[in-house]
T-cell receptor, first 114, second 115 residues
Framework: DAGVIQSPRHEVTEMGQEVTLRCKPI?????LFWYRQTMMRGLELLIY????????DSGMPEDRFSAKMPNASFSTLKIQPSEPRDSAVYFC????????????FGPGTRLTVL | AQSVTQPDIHITVSEGASLELRCNYS??????LFWYVQSPGQGLQLLLK??????LVQGIKGFEAEFKRSQSSFNLRKPSVHWSDAAEYFC?????????????FGSGTRLQVQP
């Protein structure tokens, strides 16, 4: 298995631009998580899907952030408009929804907003 | 609310020395506990996990952790550290219920290994 796939690996954009991060979970996994890692706040959950349905989006910072999971094999995290404080590493993780919830992490997307 | 505390931000040990990284958690139900390792510029790799049963769990790369319910702790240990163990280590807690599956992470402990 290829593991969790994220794209792009690096993104540099200017303030005000739209940014879309992509994630392909491990095949067969039906829970998907988006986390953000910053020096100030560490690793924090943004949103979590179960069977393509958002279960907990309490970590989404504000309306500029949105996430979708149109099918079991693809999810996007969009920031519009982006701001310099959004600069961070964004991780996607997936797991099985049943039983133990061991999460497998992707390599992350390093976002820099100038 | 659930939380994880890793009191040591940075630890330096000599290669070959033993290691213990501390983790304390707060969780309102039966916790599922994890240790992840992150090398610079990399994603998170699971070292080990505790769900139930034997409170001493073995993981990859020679690591082990012990769950102590009375102390709300889940400390990570390794008897002899290798230079390749230099990385950042995260303790995390999660649950089995649908609403609790997301992990809450500690702030991490950065391990430096001296030759």
């Amino acid at each position: 298995d290829a593991g969790v796939i994220q794209s792009p690996r690096h993104e540099v954009t200017e303030m005000g631009q739209e940014v879309t991060l992509r994630c392909k979970p491990i095949s067969g996994h039906n829970s998907l998580f988006w986390y953000r890692q910053t020096m100030m706040r560490g690793l924090e959950l943004l949103i979590y899907f179960n069977n393509n349905v958002p279960i907990d989006d309490s970590g989404m910072p504000e309306d500029r952030f949105s996430a979708k999971m149109p099918n079991a094999s693809f999810s996007t995290l969009k920031i519009q408009p982006s701001e310099p404080r959004d600069s961070a590493v964004y991780f996607c993780a997936s797991s099985l929804a049943q039983g133990y919830n061991e999460q497998f992490f992707g390599p992350g997307t390093r976002l820099t907003v100038l | 609310a659930q939380s994880v505390t890793q009191p040591d931000i940075h630890i330096t040990v000599s290669e070959g020395a033993s290691l213990e990284l501390r983790c304390n958690y707060s969780y309102g139900a039966t916790p599922y506990l994890f240790w992840y390792v992150q090398s610079p510029g990399q994603g998170l790799q699971l070292l080990l996990k505790y769900f139930s049963g034997d409170t001493l769990v073995q993981g990859i790369k020679g690591f082990e952790a012990e769950f102590k319910r009375s102390q709300s702790s889940f400390n990570l240990r390794k008897p002899s550290v290798h230079w390749s163990d230099a990385a950042e280590y995260f303790c995390a807690v999660g649950g089995m219920d649908t609403g609790r599956r997301a992990l809450t992470f500690g702030s991490g402990t950065r391990l430096q290994v001296q030759p």
